[in-house]
């Protein structure tokens, strides 16, 4: 008798021991944190636009603590080497990856189509999957402050532009510059030179050198470093930053810079993934959405002159001004959008031409 009591003492104790292990091991894995990796098309030191996402993943990190792993890969080529990064990020064991540039798109979803219980987020693209989310910001939102401000402060008319890769976004960019800045200037120009590159200092400041030499008295960029706005400040004229603030780089010719602000929609999308909510979407936000903000003005920038940028703002905001608002001629001089009109997001999209007042 008493051998069997014994006997079945040890069973309990043996059968409790194990159940404590089994839960610690449940615990563990419950524990585990989500890996999200992250692609970078350029270094986290550009100051510009890598370095936008890269905040972004520090607010991640702030905000989840030790729920989450991040992993970044920078400098990552477009084409078949951010295939192969995105890849191995997926083979690691990363359940959330964010790749950051238009160019990725397609590599992104072959990869996503190799693992469909990964969920993958595009910047910038227009395709989407069951596991493939894409999101933007609407950055001519920003260039239309910027064209009224250079438009207002330009002595000679004439706007530079360093410009990166040739696609509808780049040109929206352009596009928006001129109008602005033409309706407070009608004569300015947007002078362009295009560098086929996000993110290449010795080119961009190359471009901004040969801008400068035509007459350019303010200079503004779609790449990535500060290159141009640090060849203004050398050379005494004056410019915008882009994505980041750079004014560390140009104290004086910095008159403000548009700010892309990634870190809310990051959190956003991990904590969806955390919660087993998260879906495919596609998502276009602006200043309404706090995806884009302008950095502090410069000494250079009147208060009269900040007031009215401000304004552009809230009425970007409120709906009450649209950056492609009619009448606008194209580059032939040729009405495309009639008075009081304004541009659809589908036409604004496919943007392949420029509006009057751009040579390129």
């Not at 696609?167 to 009608?186: D, H, Q, S």
């Not at 080119?203 to 960029?221: F, K, N, S, Y």
Request: net charge neutral; glycine share 10%.
């Amino acid at each position: 008798m008493l051998c069997n009591m014994n006997r079945r003492r040890f069973l309990q104790a043996t059968a409790a021991t194990g159940l404590a292990a089994l839960q610690g091991i449940v615990s563990a894995w419950a524990a585990e944190p989500l890996k999200i990796g992250f692609v970078y098309v350029g270094p986290i030191g550009d100051y510009g636009w890598t370095h936008g996402h890269d905040l972004g993943r520090k607010a991640v990190e702030a905000h989840f603590g030790n729920k989450v792993k991040t992993t970044y890969v920078e400098s990552v080529a477009e084409g078949p080497d951010a295939e192969r990064v995105m890849r191995q990020l997926a083979q690691q064991g990363h359940g959330l990856i964010f790749t950051t540039s238009f160019g990725y798109m397609e590599q992104t979803l072959r990869v996503a189509r190799q693992f469909p219980k990964l969920k993958f987020e595009h910047a910038t693209g227009y395709k989407t999957a069951a596991n493939v989310s894409a999101y933007n910001a609407r950055f001519y939102e920003g260039r239309a402050v910027v064209g009224h401000i250079a438009g207002k402060l330009t002595r000679t008319g004439k706007i530079g532009y360093v410009a990166s890769v040739p696609i509808p976004e780049v040109v929206m960019g352009i596009n928006a510059t001129a109008l602005a800045a033409r309706k407070v200037r009608p004569d300015a120009e947007v002078r362009v030179v295009w560098v086929h590159t996000w993110f290449d200092p010795a080119r961009e400041a190359d471009a901004a050198r040969a801008l400068i030499d035509q007459g350019v008295d303010i200079m503004t960029q779609h790449t990535d470093s500060p290159a141009p706005l640090q060849v203004a400040e050398s050379r005494g004229i004056l410019g915008f930053g882009v994505a980041s603030d750079m004014k560390t780089y140009a104290p004086r010719a910095q008159l403000s810079a548009i700010l892309d602000l990634w870190g809310d929609y990051y959190i956003g999308r991990v904590q969806a993934v955390l919660d087993g909510t998260w879906k495919s979407q596609s998502i276009w936000y602006g200043f309404k959405d706090k995806m884009l903000a302008m950095a502090p003005y410069g000494e250079a920038v009147p208060e009269a002159l900040r007031q009215e940028a401000d304004a552009i703002v809230a009425g970007t905001i409120n709906g009450s001004y649209h950056a492609f608002t009619g009448p606008i001629k194209n580059h032939k001089g040729e009405i495309v959008v009639q008075d009081g009109a304004h541009m659809s997001d589908e036409d604004l999209l496919k943007m392949n031409w420029y509006v009057e007042g751009v040579t390129a």
